[in-house]
């Protein structure tokens, strides 16, 4: 059977803190060393890392820290996100300030209320002012994904300390739940247990 995963596009402490989070509240299992800015994991460490992990899903972070075009972070997403053995539920693309002005479509995005909206957001969660567009520094290759759904989210664990994990980081919270739902994650685990009940 396939991992499902969830590929997020930021790996800073705050991120870290917030998905870790986010990832016990759902049942699932965050691969901690994925963290860093910039990511230093290669895509095979963190495929061996995704199958060893004890729960779906598996929340895995990538982080190039500003590099232009497809840096380390980007090319071990590519790498995961392409794996015969990985089934990608969804990606959360992060917005940054990046100077280079990295862009990728996004379905939807979810702003720094839990709202979502049809407009990408900036790095405080805010709207932005172009429809299914995030700029970030680790967004470069998301367009030649298939995957079920990329939600554009804010910086996170941040956004003015709304989502940072002292506060149990809601808007990644809302974004996760999106994506669990749009990839009919949920719709599994319910059958799943509806056949277990059934069989005990």
Request: glycine share 10%; net charge negative; hydrophobic share 35%.
């Amino acid at each position: 059977m396939k991992r499902q995963v969830i590929l997020i596009t930021d790996g800073d402490e705050y991120a870290k803190h917030a998905i870790e989070l986010v990832a016990r509240e759902v049942g699932g299992r965050c691969i901690s060393q994925s963290a860093g800015n910039p990511s230093q994991l290669s895509g095979e460490e963190i495929v061996k890392m995704i199958k060893s992990a004890h729960s779906d899903p598996v929340f895995v972070m990538f982080d190039d820290s500003g590099y232009v075009g497809e840096g380390r972070g980007e090319q071990a997403l590519m790498y995961v996100a392409n794996h015969k053995d990985i089934e990608v539920l969804g990606i959360l693309a992060v917005s940054s300030n990046t100077h280079h002005r990295e862009w990728s479509k996004v379905d939807v995005s979810i702003d720094r209320n839990g709202t979502l909206t049809p407009y990408g957001v900036d790095k405080f969660g805010e709207p932005d002012l172009e429809l299914q567009r995030i700029n970030g520094d680790t967004v470069y290759c998301l367009d030649q994904l298939n995957v079920p759904i990329i939600v554009g989210i804010g910086d996170i664990g941040k956004m003015g300390k709304i989502d940072h994990y002292a506060n149990g980081s809601p808007v990644t919270m809302e974004a996760v739940k999106l994506i669990l739902e749009r990839s009919g994650f949920n719709d599994r685990i319910r059958f799943n247990k509806g056949t277990n009940s059934e069989e005990s």
